[in-house]
Structure formats: structure tokens, C-alpha cells
């Protein structure tokens, strides 16, 4: 097992699962909605994408008008991003040999 920066990278390179639920019986409530965990009280805050190239994934989210919650260049956590889905769930996207 690596250590140090180096487990941080193999981390983002391992496969993983996404589980997507459903909430039956919610669909019939007209008052029903989601909280996104961002906001208080905090929870689920986001899911995360490696990528390839994350130039290449910025420059196709610009093209695309995809909303930007946090650049790659923007505040101290520099080459990672997060962008809102058309719900406003963040999604970090990060490209694996660029962590640690």
C-alpha cells in the first residue's frame, strides 16, 4: 500500500460505486424536496469524479455553461473543482495525478 501523497492517488484511481436510491411514495407529495446537505444542517455534501484531464473536463463544462461552484484556480485548494448539477448538488471533479 502506498503512503503518504502517493495514497492519495491511489485512492482516486480505484474503481468505485455509485449507489442511487429512490424514495418510493415521494413522488405523490407535492410539498416533498430534497435537502442537499450543503446548507445547514450539514450531511451529504457531494459526489467526486477523476478524470482524465481536468483542463480538458474545465474547458468542456465552460463550453457547455455548466455552473461552477468552485473553479480549479479559486481558493486554496488549487486543481480540484466543483460544479452544481441542475439541481445544485456539487460535484467534485478531480484529476488523480494531480492530488497530493
Not at 500500500?1 to 405523490?28: C, K, S, V, W
Request: proline letters at 4%; a negative charge.
Amino acid at each position: 500500500m502506498p503512503a503518504g501523497d502517493d495514497l492519495e492517488i491511489f485512492a482516486f484511481r480505484q474503481r468505485g460505486i455509485l449507489e442511487l436510491t429512490h424514495n418510493y411514495g415521494t413522488e405523490t407529495k407535492a410539498d416533498f424536496s430534497y435537502h442537499d446537505g450543503n446548507g445547514e444542517p450539514q450531511g451529504f455534501g457531494h459526489i467526486c469524479f477523476s478524470v482524465p484531464s481536468l483542463d480538458e473536463a474545465v474547458a468542456w463544462f465552460d463550453k457547455n455553461n455548466v455552473e461552477f461552484k468552485k473553479r480549479p484556480e479559486d481558493g486554496s485548494m488549487k486543481n480540484i473543482a466543483f460544479i452544481k448539477d441542475v439541481d445544485g448538488y456539487w460535484i467534485e471533479i478531480v484529476q488523480a495525478d494531480l492530488m497530493g
